[in-house]
């Protein structure tokens, strides 16, 4: 990032040194899944567009791009209503996809959709800092996990056992396909004083959260806690122009893949680890 960017980014954020307090913190973490599928209730499956722009930006979805010699399988986390599976299967016949959400009426809006076809997409309800991803989902048998705009709604502190989590599911050279909101978005620098949780983490007027990531950060959840492989971690910029509002600014968003290690002693090692340490300081416990 340009360095007189980040410093009138800083500046902004300096200014708000508020945060909303202990009890309401506590609530809006605790209440994250219901906060969403209160969202769901309200907007049904009216809210966010199909996401036909990711086999842009991820090759590995692209019609093809073949991890497996068998049915290639992909889990998308944070499915919400579909709209990043109906293209992915669109585009690609002999994919299987796996998808979930901790939102039960997202995931059943999800089964309700008239491409949803039994035998290439089971969608089921799942909050990934706590669920095992493996009672559903056969150990090491997944090709690619979707990872888009989905950390971001979780509480900083239960990242890290959502990518044990994910890891344990994950083929040798499986990969992670990683996009959310980067640190000095739009977005976060225009949350005004009481939406602010602690650093980088906020609560929007609906109850639900948003984290704004760092590629430090990513690297803390991905490599050294969850003991997977860096391929791509960087910081990617859309410019976002408003005449009518006088808006010319940029969003920034973090793009990452992380790819599991190629045996699976390595992963069976990494998970081993089921205390990680907490980015906030002490341990946590990756089955609580």
Sequence with gaps: MDDEFVAR????????????PEFWQNK???????????FYNRNTTNFFKDRHWTDREFEELR???VFSEETPVLLEIGC???????PVLKLNPSLKIFACDFSPRAVGFVKANEAYLGDRCHAFVCDITKDRLADTIPPHSVDIVSAIFVFSA???????????????ILKPGGRILFRDYGMY???QLRFKSGHKLEDNLYVRQDGTLSYYFSTQRLR????????????ENDYTYKRLVNVKKNIDSERIFVQAKFQAPIDTESIDQAM???RLADPNGGAMDTEN
Excluded: C, M, R
Aim: a negative charge; hydrophobic letters at 45%; proline letters at 5%.
């Design 28 to 38: 809006y973490k605790a209440e994250a899944a219901v906060n969403w599928d209160k």
């Design 272 to 274: 081993a680890n089921t």
């Design 185 to 187: 978005d739009l977005a």
């Design 154 to 168: 979780l509480p900083p502190e239960k990242q890290a056992a959502a990518v044990s989590n994910i890891a344990e």
């Design 80 to 86: 919400g209503v579909g709209n990043f599976i109906w």
């Design 63 to 65: 019609p093809g791009h």
């Design 220 to 231: 803390e959840l991905f490599v050294q806690h969850g003991g997977l492989v860096e391929l």
């Design 9 to 20: 980014a800083q500046e902004t954020l300096a200014k708000d040194t508020s945060t909303v």
